[in-house]
């Protein structure tokens, strides 16, 4: 018998299929591909029923059939469901894996004495083959087309748990559907029991591979990601402190060339006054200065927050008397307070050393925002300055600076917002004292810089303590420096404000 024309259709639709698939992401060639692999599959099994019986070969109309199954799945893949190509090219692959797995096994199995391996040469079982390595091109190629890293392809671990239980059938049925003795009915059905339960383990563990993989991918993604968004808000970061130290200079040299003409008006102001001048002349000339001393007081707190912020203000280290230095910087603030009726005092602890080395001249900035804020804002009652040393094992000096009033008190909810930049107490606080709100910021960071820190205990309608800490070295007797002790004479009142 001369089959040769039937092998060269299988042959050819074999190399049909390989053209489709080769061509999977042109519909014009899968379809031409496919249908050419159909067309001549059905010829071959046309022509071996008018020349043999089906008996004889029944790997043939099998192998149509196998051609049907992946002409289909390629041409699926380019319909609609091409969205999900991957999982029509996945399934259609492993459906050809297990149909010629099944197949091969089949053609191998000898009754009763099951499988000769004498039979490898013939051609039904290398169609089968040839079949089973397309599945598994089919297969891989459904998996190229997959996201892993994003979703699971569902159809693998289904479709393996498919393609093992239906080997592990055609091998039950090989070895043992023949015998029919008793004594092996039940081990027979303890090893089709295994080959089943051993095709669902195989499927789960799969399933969990891949879910596994995909938990990886994404987090490998989103740490990715989170490089990428920290690299980018470091360098937004960068962007913008450049831009606040450009704004700082900026303002820094603008306040400082403005300051140097309010101080030639301010003494100007001062030598008019001391003209001759009628009562209206010097009503409008001391009006003059008192505007033009808050500005300056304005012009100076924007310089002084402008250097904070550019990081050029510079502390300095010089040993000074702490007591000596505390009663000259509060004798002016002791004349506001005794102008508005105020009791006013100061007392230092008897254990704080009274030579240090630090900055005197900040030191003495932050007590006079506090005093003068504290002045400003209490209308009867008493201002209270103290210092005492914190408890500390280490050197330098630790000390607390206390400044308490009875004055108007600050709400709860306003008191951390106190120590931002143009905030006050309330909102009527501008209206009625004036300020804007740069006291205390400034305040807080020069408190920072002193190596300290500052906070506030206050209610509402019975005052405010202001604490703030500041680091000193312990400075030795030098030239110029006394421990004399002075004690302001003068008893008034005041309270704290909160803004300059």
Same mark, same amino acid.
């Given at each position: 018998m001369n089959v040769a024309p039937i092998q060269f259709g299988i042959v050819a639709s074999f190399i049909s299929i390989l053209f489709a698939l080769a061509g999977r992401k042109r519909t014009q060639w899968v379809l031409m591909g496919s249908a050419a692999a159909v067309i001549l599959s059905g010829f071959s099994?046309?022509?071996?029923?008018?020349?043999?019986?089906?008996?004889?070969?029944p790997m043939l109309p099998i192998a149509t059939l196998c051609f049907f199954v992946v002409a289909g799945g390629l041409a699926l893949a380019q319909t609609k469901l091409a969205a999900h190509g991957s999982t029509v090219l996945g399934s259609t692959g492993l459906l050809l894996m297990g149909i010629a797995a099944v197949s091969g096994i089949n053609l191998l199995a000898v009754k009763g004495a099951g499988l000769d391996w004498n039979r490898l040469h013939q051609v039904g079982?290398?169609?089968?083959?040839?079949?089973?390595?397309?599945?598994?091109?089919?297969?891989?190629?459904?998996?190229?087309?997959?996201?892993?890293?994003?979703?699971?392809?569902?159809?693998?671990?289904?479709?393996?748990? #498919?393609?093992? &239980?239906? /080997?592990? %059938? @055609?091998?039950?049925?090989?070895?043992?559907?023949?015998?029919?003795t008793l004594a092996?009915?039940?081990?027979?059905?303890?090893?089709?029991?295994?080959?089943?339960?051993?095709?669902? #383990?195989?499927? &789960?563990? /799969?399933? %969990? @591979?891949?879910?596994?993989?995909v938990q990886r991918e994404t987090l490998r993604r989103v740490n990715r990601k989170l490089e990428e968004e920290t690299a980018e808000r470091k360098l937004a970061q960068e962007a913008a402190q450049e831009a606040n130290r450009a704004k700082s200079e900026f303002l820094a040299n603008m306040s400082h060339e403005i300051r140097t003409p309010m101080n030639g008006v301010l003494g100007m102001l001062d030598l008019a006054l001391d003209t001759p001048l009628d009562t209206e002349q010097r009503d409008y000339i001391e009006t003059a200065k008192e505007s033009a001393d808050g500005l300056l007081s304005l012009i100076n707190d924007i310089l002084d927050l402008s250097k904070i912020e550019a990081g050029k203000l510079a502390l300095e280290t010089v040993n000074f008397s702490l007591r000596e230095s505390l009663a000259h910087m509060l004798k002016a603030p002791a004349v506001r307070a005794r102008q508005k009726g105020l009791h006013f005092d100061w007392q230092v602890d008897s254990q704080v050393a009274d030579l240090l080395a630090g900055d005197p001249t900040r030191l003495r900035q932050v007590i006079l925002n506090l005093v003068g804020n504290a002045i400003k804002f209490t209308s009867s009652g008493e201002v209270s300055v103290s210092v005492q040393a914190e408890p500390q094992a280490d050197q330098p000096a630790l000390l607390r600076f206390t400044v308490r009033d009875t004055g108007l008190g600050i709400p709860p909810e306003k008191q951390k917002a106190i120590f931002s930049a143009f905030t006050q107490a309330e909102s009527s606080t501008t209206r009625n004292f004036g300020g804007t709100g740069l006291g205390l910021t400034i305040s807080r960071r020069l408190v920072e810089m002193l190596g300290g820190r500052i906070w506030l205990e206050s209610q509402p309608g019975r005052g405010s303590a202001f604490h703030f800490t500041a680091r000193f070295g312990i400075a030795r007797e030098a030239a110029g420096i006394t421990t004399s002790r002075h004690v302001l004479p003068i008893r008034t009142r005041l309270d704290r404000s909160f803004s300059v």
């Open positions: 099994l046309l022509a071996y029923v008018a020349i043999n019986s089906l008996d004889s070969d079982f290398q169609t089968a083959a040839a079949f089973l390595v397309l599945g598994i091109a089919i297969s891989v190629t459904g998996w190229s087309m997959t996201q892993p890293g994003v979703r699971e392809p569902i159809w693998l671990p289904i479709g393996s748990t #498919l393609l093992i &239980v239906a /080997v592990r %059938l @055609a091998m039950w049925h090989a070895y043992w559907a023949e015998n029919h092996w009915h039940w081990l027979s059905n303890v090893t089709l029991l295994g080959g089943v339960s051993s095709g669902v #383990l195989f499927g &789960v563990v /799969v399933h %969990l @591979a891949l879910k596994a993989h």
